[in-house]
């Protein structure tokens, strides 16, 4: 038995061993460890406080929507904004920017060949029909053969299939080949923006924030290719109510779309557009890799399993 002050106590947590563990794992815990011992310290947080603080994680974890809050709270913009400012330092700042990849990926989309419908089965379409193409590019302009461009995108509800059991597995996701010549393109609808859960730990905490949880429209895509850059990003649809406030701080220059309403369907019957439609024209632009880790054809969540 013994008798600790605070800092002999923090010591103790932050030294203790008896195996040998991983060095960064020990290194990221004494450093979030020392700051919340500070934050309890100096705000003098109370033990009600503290157990109602320990109740929200709990329930944020049986809730899976921890992947709100690191949206929320700005955590994924921080990691996308430090990427960028390496890049930057490194002279690699060309490029399509990366965006928040969000918590709602998932792999294994119907593949097609660089075209598909992402709204496949939606008779009628649930909003306004849209045609996003372009072409995969590297950043001197030439082509990219056969990259495989993953989209998906909310339903009409705001809500994403395999996340909301309503929806069929794979509803509005799909992965395209493009072409040798780097084309691709996708018809679907125009997807709303959303909101978190009005209920639960998230929405909790933005009531004690007194913030707002909506996200304005967007689309997701993953795009990988032999030796290059894999890219996560989303284009965001111009004029949203939320577009310059996304609760998740997404929203970047460069990826809001611009839209061209009342395209004639000639040329796209491939895609059963038989009337005007709104169209979008969009290059994607990938950095050269330069190590075999940046070309890894994974989302970002799916890279935790392989970290040390």
Partial sequence: MAEYTAQQLLDLVNTSQVAPGSERVRQITARIVSDLFRTIDDLKV???EFWAGV???SRLGASGQAGLITAGLGFDR?????QDEADEQAGRAAGTPRAIEGPLYVAGAPLSEREVRVDEGENPPHGE???MEGRVLDTDGKPVPNALVDVWHADENGRYSHFDPAQAPFHLRRKIRAGADGSYRFRSFIP???AIPPSGPVAELFAGLGRHGNRPAHIHFLIVAPGMRTLTTQVNIPGDTFLDDDFAFATRDGLVVKLE???APAGYESL???APFTRVHFDFVLQKAVS???TRPEARMDRVAHVD
Avoid: K, N, R
């Avoid at 921080?78 to 430090?82: A, C, G």
């Fill in 192 to 194: 709303p923006g959303y």
């Fill in 78 to 82: 921080l990691v996308d904004i430090l």
């Fill in 292 to 294: 075999e880790d940046e």
């Fill in 55 to 57: 109740d929200w994680i």
């Fill in 46 to 48: 109370t033990p009600d």
């Fill in 261 to 263: 309403p009342g395209t």
């Fill in 272 to 274: 059963a557009v038989t």
């Fill in 129 to 131: 029909v849209v045609v």
